[in-house]
């Protein structure tokens, strides 16, 4: 490698970084039996500094081989996979400047709080060595120089000398306490934010360029072990299940008898689409899905949409990290006397099994929750739209109907209201109600289920009967309905008189939207919060010869919606 070329640069400053951070750690650990929180600031950057030795490895080191013996029949080497170069050499020219921007920004910050704790300890070593100096001066007169010191005075001097050392450290405690403690923390929460940004967009050139769309790549991801330390092999897993056309011969159908039959005729319903079912002792959340819903009679489902229900049950089942805000799906069962198959899901943990539905509870005319919740459920629903564009999947129903909540399990000696909005955590929102669609590079036209509850929340283009592909913007715009009815607190079809019955103008709902939007969002929300909803309702991202896999309108929404959401729910 050229040690002149950009990569030979961002190689350099990725070390550069990795020696400053570690010697940083070094220096504030020097304080840490002051208290326990500088213990975990020196953990924090430590952390930081192993997720950077990672991404070099990913990025650069050859020897970073993928780690084959957990898939001995896929004997390629890194040299194979990238024609003989790294990983890092594979991105465009835009996309390393990128890069190695990242990571001279990231020296830039954690320098100042090198710089500010070695001054502080060449400040506290004179001030030892001029104490120590000064007590043997003064503590000694002139007729010491010529006679021995007695023992007391041995014992009188070093006495003295513990004193001092003492009164070093305490004023060092102090200052620290005081001054150098939050100055620190304040550079290492930005080196911490700048090292998650420089992760979450590395995360993005390797899924979501055009090296992202080489199974052989995707592989090396998922099993490559710098890739694992960083929880790169998760989604690089979800995308290879996303692009794989063929179907599984792995069947996620719930095989059923005569107990599991009545098990799923109890169900205990939670509004209109979901339930509790009580299944091998434990509540499993139901979610049912009409197959054939214009038929008057029982009929069994067909091939081709039995695939499509045990290929999304397969992805819903995948491991998935907790930014796609999707419980895991245990497989489904056909109720064919009602047209419908059932998904069953687990209860995430720690909560009980009272769900209830963002929709339900803006119609339910309560208090809305406290600004910051609102704006952590934003950023949580903005992340989980990203994470799905991320690998390639689409949701194609995103709206308030399918975002649930359940109430913490209480305290052994409390009790839990039932049904009790005070109770829900509306920073934990749980997306629910995928389509059986196929990833988005496959055409998905729908039929035509003219319904105002729905198509408030569908893009112009995706109303009626669809003639167009449905690609990311269609959810980033369902997104933006969400967020207008976070920030408003009620439910969208609440913003016209008759509901948008009478509307039957896919451009005139959006319209009225982004009229609601501009007049009503900032004195609720902010500026920014209103910003945000209309780039999504409006597709305002400014995003112009965009590549095959949408990078620039990805990397527009993550530094336009997600950063901003993320910048006011810090200071909220």
């Known amino acids: 490698m050229d040690p002149l070329s950009i990569a030979g640069f961002t190689l350099t400053a990725i070390d550069t970084l990795w020696k400053v951070s570690e010697k940083t750690a070094e220096l504030v650990s020097n304080f840490r039996d002051f208290d326990h929180d500088t213990k975990v600031l020196e953990t924090r950057i430590r952390d930081d500094n192993a997720r950077t030795r990672a991404l070099r490895q990913l990025l650069f080191d050859p020897s970073s081989v993928s780690a084959w013996n957990f898939y001995p029949q896929r004997m390629l080497t890194i040299i194979q996979i990238y024609h003989g170069r790294s990983l890092f050499e594979h991105f465009d020219p835009e996309v390393q400047n990128h890069i190695h921007l990242f990571f001279e920004q990231a020296i830039g910050i954690i320098e100042q709080a090198y710089q500010l704790l070695c001054r502080r300890q060449a400040v506290s070593s004179t001030g030892e ?28 001097l070093s006495y003295t000398h513990e004193i001092s050392k003492k009164s070093s450290r305490t004023f060092q405690r102090i200052r620290w306490s005081l001054l150098d403690k939050k100055r620190v923390e304040a550079i290492v929460r930005d080196f911490s934010e700048v090292n998650k940004r420089i992760y979450d967009n590395i995360e993005l050139w390797c899924l979501s360029t055009s090296v992202g769309v080489d199974l052989q790549h995707l592989k090396h991801l998922e099993s490559d072990t710098s890739s694992r330390t960083l929880g790169f092999d998760i989604d690089a897993k979800l995308q290879l299940a996303t692009s794989t056309e063929e179907n599984s011969p792995w069947t996620y159908e719930i095989q059923q008898n005569e107990e599991t039959r009545q098990a799923l005729l109890s169900v205990v319903p939670v509004e209109s689409k979901f339930g509790i079912v009580q299944w091998d002792s434990k509540p499993m959340l139901v979610e049912y899905r009409s197959y054939a819903p214009e038929s008057p ?27 796609f805000r999707t419980p895991s799906c245990w497989g489904w069962a056909r109720q064919i006397h009602f047209n419908r198959v059932a998904f069953m899901f687990s209860i995430p943990e720690g909560s009980e099994a009272q769900p209830r539905s963002l929709y339900h509870v803006l119609g339910s005319g309560s208090q809305p929750p406290a600004l910051g919740q609102r704006f952590t459920l934003a950023l949580q629903l903005a992340r989980c739209i990203s994470h799905l564009q991320l690998v390639k999947w689409v949701h194609k129903s995103f709206r308030s109907e399918n975002i649930l909540f359940f109430p913490p399990k209480p305290e052994d000696s409390q009790e839990l209201p039932s049904r009790s909005q005070e109770c829900l955590n509306f920073s934990e929102p749980w997306v629910l109600g995928y389509e059986f669609s196929r990833p988005e590079s496959f055409f998905s036209q729908g039929q035509s289920d003219r319904s105002p509850t729905l198509d408030v929340y569908r893009h112009p283009e995706r ?41 039957r103008d896919p451009y005139a709902i959006k319209k009225q939207l982004v009229r609601n939007a501009e007049k009503r969002l900032a004195s609720k929300m902010g500026e920014k919060y209103k910003q945000v909803v209309l780039k999504c309702l409006g597709n305002g991202f400014n995003v112009a010869d965009d590549s095959k896999e949408d990078l620039k309108l990805q990397q527009a929404f993550r530094s336009q919606v997600i950063n901003v959401l993320e910048d006011a729910a810090k200071y909220i």
């Open 463 to 503: 109303q009626g009967r669809p003639t167009q592909f449905f690609s990311k913007i269609h959810d980033i715009y369902a997104l933006g309905v969400v967020l207008l009815e976070i920030g408003l607190w009620q439910q969208a079809t609440s913003l016209e008189k008759s509901g948008f019955t009478k509307v």
């Open 297 to 323: 009679v029982a009929v069994d489902i067909d091939t081709r949409t039995k695939d499509l229900v045990n290929r999304l049950a397969k992805l819903l089942h995948q491991p998935k990290g907790v930014v």
């Open 129 to 156: 060595a001029d104490s120590e100096g000064s007590i043997s001066r003064s503590s000694t007169p002139l007729a010491s120089f010529l006679t021995p010191l007695s023992h007391d005075s041995d014992l009188s």
